[in-house]
């Protein structure tokens, strides 16, 4: 039986809306959700080693869930770290509570539980399936998402949009993306090869939008 995507999507969405941080702006995990599920059906694609599918797909639904608990009083910096437990813990309760089988919610949770362990960070052997969620999850973070996001910030922090520009300009992928140096974070050849693209892209709108900030009356 196929997983009910759309339904589990709906129940994430909800729970992000009643956070402080995670319905809108620079953090709006219901956009970054749905682009780590479609950038997962892209990897899957390419795979050619056999995958389960539903489980990764499912996962990308919920691998972030767990932020919707952090205690934003505190900075969320120093919580992030307990996203991906808290996350296994949530997707546990509401799988169990759609009535999926026990095997399937292990296998998800899972996924959630260790996407943030990721080469460079965390030893450990990957499964084809924490792999592709894993790279997924890099990846949909990135060309012109990564090129938005700054300027979603920028709103927040009362950044004008020409300092924004310039902020990109010389900071590039800072923004939770992923800098060519920094491959080595990637799983998967075909990930890699899409990374370059991806920034090749945001690079080249960066670099219209920089042009786009230069006049005479600034200088
Ligand atoms: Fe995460
Ligand atoms: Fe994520």
């Known amino acids: 039986m196929q997983p009910d995507y759309k339904k589990l999507y709906e129940i994430v969405c909800d729970l992000y809306s009643d956070t402080k941080h995670f319905y809108y702006g620079q953090w709006d995990e219901t956009f970054y959700t749905l682009r780590v599920f479609e950038t997962s059906k892209m990897l899957i694609k390419r795979s050619r080693v056999k995958i389960e599918e539903d489980i990764i797909l499912t996962a990308a639904i919920f691998h972030d869930i767990g932020k919707t608990k952090l205690d934003t009083e505190k900075k969320i910096e120093e919580m992030w770290d307990k996203h991906p437990n808290y996350g296994a813990e949530i997707t546990r309760k509401i799988l169990r509570e759609q009535g999926y089988s026990n095997g399937f919610v292990e296998k998800v949770v899972f996924l959630v539980k260790h996407h943030d362990n990721r080469p460079g960070k965390v030893e450990m052997i990957r499964s084809n399936e924490l792999k ?88």
């Open 132 to 219: 592709i969620l894993q790279d997924a999850d890099l990846l949909a973070d990135m060309g012109i998402a990564s090129f938005v996001r700054p300027f979603l910030y920028s709103g927040k922090n009362k950044r004008r949009t020409i300092e924004n520009v310039n902020y990109i300009k010389t900071t590039r992928s800072n923004d939770g993306g992923i800098s060519k140096e920094n491959l080595y974070r990637l799983n998967l050849k075909a990930s890699k090869r899409m990374a370059v693209k991806l920034i090749k892209e945001s690079d080249k709108l960066n670099d219209k939008i920089f042009k786009m900030t230069q006049s005479e009356l600034l200088e």
